[in-house]
């Protein structure tokens, strides 16, 4: 049942989340006390006793699908493990976010999200599980947060229904069980809207202003993609809030002041840290932290021009095709996106539209209507931009709109349920559950191989619950509740299928994607290409042509030849020695491409770009020959790109220099300052090959300038499939 907010009869004990206050006993008789494991499976006394056992089962349960199989996926991101690694290794790399333990270069994004990870590896060691552990946790809070969101202004059935699509939905059990910053994102993006729905309930300050810093450290996650939902945010409150408008305006202003400090601190520390003894700010162009936030991660991705990155997008406006899809109203539903977030977002949409019609004739502070408007305006501006941003957009970046669809399907499915008598609610109960049931099947269809049996259920299913939710209102109480039940199982079935697929199968490298192989290829549907663009990746066969053609700008990978056959490079070695089947580090090996890591790659399918998107497996004979004195040099070796550099930091446990950052083209370091690191006896090898290296995407050409200096003044070393140059033995 809906709870609506009265001040005259909230207690503060309830403002403050807390039960309220029970009636004193009788004369003579005295109240038992529970113990506290007895409040915890209790939960509130004016509760059904079947509320917080229900909800404490929904957290287990996130848990342990999120848990199974969790080291299938190695290193998953090794750009970011290697980070970690480094930052268990050094506190100075753990703050500053560096990719090795010698600080030479940062990852190209702000430290929050590695925090986490580094001090589980620091306490736990280093292995696949303490770094994705504390993702899955995430996780697990973020389902939390939704829950209580939602409970808090609507039914604990409500609740449920909101955090069990947020768990079932496929980019969530992806993300959340990855080492990607957009699990720390999701979480306090999430916690942001908590904490603003509870601000609008009282108009209490402090509330709004622990938003802010929810915002703030979100930023310290993922910059600028933390303010996508201030604009919704500020509007809601600055209009619904139950005090008056100069009160509101100061609270608002006190908000941004949190903002600035809780994710400028770092920025300030940054900036005026200097250059020379701290390391280059990786993705920049200028070793500038606000020089990347506001270019290559901020407006870049919005315009495509990311300088420094592998290639532009979409150009503005609508269905425009570039190397990162297409862009576009209906991008969330194209077969590069729909089945990684899109099952529920059409009835979403139909619910947020019933919720706020079934509060329309509410009072400005109505907290249920400002509920709707909190979470659904956060959808609609996340989903607006990543339509039409022509930058960089990999299709695990919908992970952020998941919290706030499962939001808006918990309380409108709630809102309308209450409603049900009146046949606009149940037509628009039916209209929800008949959209999700329809859109499960044709998404389902763009995979004819997986589950086809599956199709028709989803489906029928849905049309009949959809039948009886029509006439809930006339219905028994039993029937109604049947109907709603079996709507729910065909709207959830199709996606929590995909779910599963992708929590049996690891995932690694760069770019992944939820559900089972080939349902999320750029390119369009099954079959289609595997890289940005569409086509093949470089290691995958010949490039065609250019952007929507080959499956690079140009058709070839940069680094690798014009006619890089089956993943050859021109001297018949894959890069780096990269074998068709690497190795996980747990030794599984990785029976979907190429990836040198072990899992699926997704969209990316195998090869990875000469080592920049997935890295290379390192041999015992390579790992032998780095960890040979390693304790001499600041770093084992230097490579050309974060990914090749983090697999042979990973490997051995020793710092390796990412030169030129993630793509190869930060000016970092300059041919002179790695004359110096060389001179100095700081570096022992330079590993031939990966990255880009080769004057792309605004490359200032010092990889380039760096390798051919190599190359010409220092003796070569096979070891294996693998190709080293000692920097300590120069040829004459």
């Known amino acids: 049942m809906t709870t609506h907010y009265d001040p005259a009869v909230h207690t503060p004990a309830e403002d403050d989340g807390g039960p309220p206050p029970e009636a004193p006993a009788p004369p003579g008789h005295h109240r038992p006390r529970r113990s506290r494991f007895g409040r915890l499976w209790r939960g509130r006394p004016e509760d059904p006793r079947w509320v917080r056992p229900a909800f404490l089962a929904l957290l287990t349960a996130t848990a342990l699908l999120y848990l199974y199989n969790l080291d299938a996926s190695g ?15 050094s506190w100075k790399a753990f703050f ?11 990852v190209d994004k702000p430290p929050a999200a590695l925090w986490p990870m580094a001090l589980a590896v620091r306490i736990f060691g280093v292995s696949s599980w303490s770094i994705l552990v504390p993702e899955v946790l995430m996780g697990v809070g973020t389902v939390a947060v939704v829950y209580a969101a939602v409970r808090r202004r609507f039914s604990p059935a409500a609740g449920l229904i909101a955090g069990a699509v947020l768990a079932l939905t496929p980019v969530a059990a992806l993300m959340f069980r990855f080492n990607n910053p957009d699990a720390l994102l999701a979480l306090l993006m999430s916690l942001a809207c908590y904490l603003v729905v509870r601000a609008l309930e009282d108009g209490r300050t402090k509330w709004l202003v622990w938003a802010g810093v929810a915002i703030g450290f979100a930023f310290l996650a993922k910059t600028l993609q933390a303010f996508l939902i201030l604009p919704a945010l500020a509007l809601v409150y600055g209009v619904c809030a139950p005090v008056r408008l100069r009160k509101r305006l100061g609270q608002l202003a006190l908000a941004t002041a949190a903002i600035v400090v809780s994710g400028g601190w770092w920025v300030a ?10 390391p280059y700010v990786g993705g920049s162009q200028n070793n500038s932290f606000l020089e990347l936030t506001f270019g290559y991660n901020g407006l870049g991705r919005l315009n495509g021009e990311e ?26 539903f194209n077969s590069e996106i729909g089945g990684q977030i899109s099952w529920l977002l059409p009835a979403a949409l139909i619910l947020l539209v019933a919720g706020l019609l079934a509060t329309r004739r509410a009072a400005r502070t109505d907290a249920v209507r400002a509920s709707f408007l909190v979470w659904g305006g956060s959808l609609l501006m996340t989903a607006a931009v990543f339509s039409y941003m022509a930058g960089i957009f990999h299709q695990y970046y919908t992970v952020a709109l998941a919290p706030y669809l499962a939001a808006v399907v918990g309380m409108g499915a709630a809102t309308l349920w209450e409603r049900r008598e009146r046949i606009w609610a149940s037509l628009a109960l039916a209209a929800a559950v008949t959209a999700s049931a329809a859109w499960g099947y044709v998404l389902l269809d763009r995979t004819p191989d997986y589950l086809p049996w599956l199709r028709m259920p989803v489906l029928a299913g849905g049309l009949v619950a959809a039948l009886g939710l029509v006439f809930a ?26 779910t599963l697929s992708t929590l049996r199968e690891g995932h690694s490298g760069s770019i992944v994607t939820a559900g089972p192989s080939g349902a999320s290829m750029r390119g369009g549907g099954p079959g289609g290409g595997g890289f940005p663009g569409g086509g093949n990746a470089p290691g995958q066969g010949q490039g065609q042509g250019g952007p929507g053609a080959g499956g690079f700008p140009g058709g070839t990978a940069p680094g690798i030849g014009g006619n890089n056959q089956n993943g050859q490079t021109p001297n018949g070695r894959m890069p780096n020695g990269q074998a068709p089947n690497g190795q996980m580090p747990n030794g599984r090996s990785n029976q979907n491409g190429p990836t040198g890591e072990g899992g699926r790659t997704g969209g990316a399918g195998g090869g990875g770009m000469g080592g920049l998107l997935n890295g290379a497996e390192v041999g015992s004979e390579a790992k032998k020959l780095l960890e040979a004195d390693a304790d001499s ?33 930060d000016p970092s370091p300059t041919l ?29 050409g010092a990889a380039s300038q760096i390798t051919s200096w190599v190359e010409a003044t220092f003796k070569e070393v096979t070891v294996g499939s693998a190709t080293f140059y000692d920097l300590t033995s120069p040829t004459g």
């Open 672 to 700: 002179a300052q790695f004359k110096k690191y060389v001179a100095d006896g700081r570096i022992r090898y330079f590993i031939a090959g990966g990255g880009m290296g080769g004057g792309m995407g605004g490359d200032s």
């Open 75 to 89: 290193w998953a991101n090794s750009f970011y493990s290697a980070a970690v690694q480094a930052g268990s290794q």
């Open 269 to 278: 520390v940054v900036e005026l840290w200097p250059a020379s003894s701290r």
């Open 96 to 106: 500053f976010g560096s990719l090795d333990a010698g600080n030479a270069i940062t």
């Open 307 to 332: 300088t420094g990155s592998v290639g532009g997008g979409g150009g503005p406006g609508g269905g425009g095709g570039g190397q990162w899809g297409e862009t576009g109203w209906d991008r969330m």
């Open 473 to 498: 209102g006339r219905l028994g109480r039993r029937t109604a509740l049947a109907a709603a039940g079996l709507g729910l199982v065909a709207s959830l079935a199709a996606p929590t299928a995909y």
């Open 633 to 665: 040099y600041t770093w084992v070796a230097a490579a050309i790109g974060s990914q090749n550099a983090a697999s042979y930091q990973l490997g051995t446990g020793e710092p390796v220099m990412a030169i030129g950052g993630f793509n190869g083209t």
